[in-house]
């Protein structure tokens, strides 16, 4: 897939899928409104909550634009990636993506005080563990076969690892 296709794509999607679970859907639930009068330990939650937004929304700009750049594709399944998405933040999880937008709706849930977004967090997280355990990773093994099968065994799933991955050096002792 030409790149230019492929950034049209992402941004098509990102504001499709993560556009509608992360932004759409809470604004729906909680109506974007803070509650008020503000406690100073109210205060500390909705700044956590900002900043964690914030991280959340440069990591999944990031995931999107690796899907662009060093898999020639998009996160969408209808036109997947020409190669196995391994760098980056990829290197630290596998799903980080998914993790990104879990992360918007929590950090929503600490600004606007929101019991129902924090619940609504915990089900997206659940129904994109479902998909990504019952279809992605099958789709990604058949697709890429030993080459995922290695990234999968060294990266986790949902907890990042503390050192990035190194595709080279893992390769390399696996085969000594």
Do not use: K
Not at 16 to 34: D, E, F, N, T
Not at 113 to 123: E, F, K, Q, T
């Amino acid at each position: 897939m030409r790149r230019s296709a492929a950034a049209v794509g992402s941004a098509v999607f990102f504001v499709v899928a993560p556009g509608v679970v992360a932004g759409l859907v809470p604004w729906l639930i909680s109506g974007w409104q803070v509650p008020g009068p503000r406690s100073p330990f109210a205060i500390i939650r909705m700044t956590s909550g900002a900043i964690l937004l914030v991280v959340a929304v440069v990591l999944l700009v990031r995931a999107f634009a690796r899907f662009v750049v060093e898999g020639g594709g998009t996160p969408a399944p209808v036109a997947p990636t020409e190669r196995l998405v391994v760098g980056g933040d990829y290197r630290f999880v596998r799903n980080p993506m998914y993790l990104a937008v879990v992360m918007a709706v929590l950090g929503q849930a600490m600004i606007f005080g929101s019991r129902a977004l924090l619940i609504y967090a915990l089900v997206v997280w659940a129904i994109m563990a479902a998909f990504v355990r019952w279809y992605e990773e099958p789709v990604l093994l058949e697709r890429y076969g030993d080459q995922y099968q290695r990234y999968r065994q060294a990266v986790r799933a949902w907890v990042p690892r503390l050192h990035p991955w190194q595709a080279d050096a893992d390769h390399a002792g696996n085969s000594v």
